[in-house]
């Protein structure tokens, strides 16, 4: 199994930026699947993005869509989500979690592979 942990989590402010880091170690990182969950206060955790195996196809819910970009660079084991133009909403833990099929990933996160802890992201107003 792959063994994933988040990092880049904070608080800032509307509009602000931030990059979460998906840092993945176990079995080979380039035979999974990468998504980006988010889990408001009071609300089910829902899919943000995700990343086939080889990086060249992304996929986003429309919530993020335009604001988010989803990378992965399989020689550092690590995928990332670059969030711009954050809004008070985007408030949630993010996680990352890992698969091997896509549709699975884009379809939520039931049933999944393998999960990280999580990383709080704060936007202020």
């Known amino acids: 199994q792959v063994q994933l942990v988040e990092s880049g989590g904070g608080l800032v402010q509307a509009g602000d930026s931030l990059r979460l880091s998906c840092a993945a170690s176990?079995?080979?990182?380039?035979?999974?699947?990468i998504g980006w969950f988010r889990q408001a206060p009071g609300k089910e955790r829902e899919f943000a993005a995700a990343i086939s195996r080889s990086g060249v196809n992304t996929y986003y819910a429309d919530s993020v869509k335009g604001r988010f970009t989803i990378s992965r660079d399989n020689t550092k084991n690590t995928a990332y989500l670059q969030m711009n133009s954050l809004k008070p909403e985007d408030t949630a833990v993010y996680y990352c979690a890992a698969d091997s099929l896509l549709n699975r990933v884009i379809a939520g996160p039931s049933g999944l592979g393998a999960w990280g802890q999580g990383t709080l992201v704060t936007v202020s107003s």
């Open positions: 176990g079995r080979t990182f380039s035979a999974f699947v």
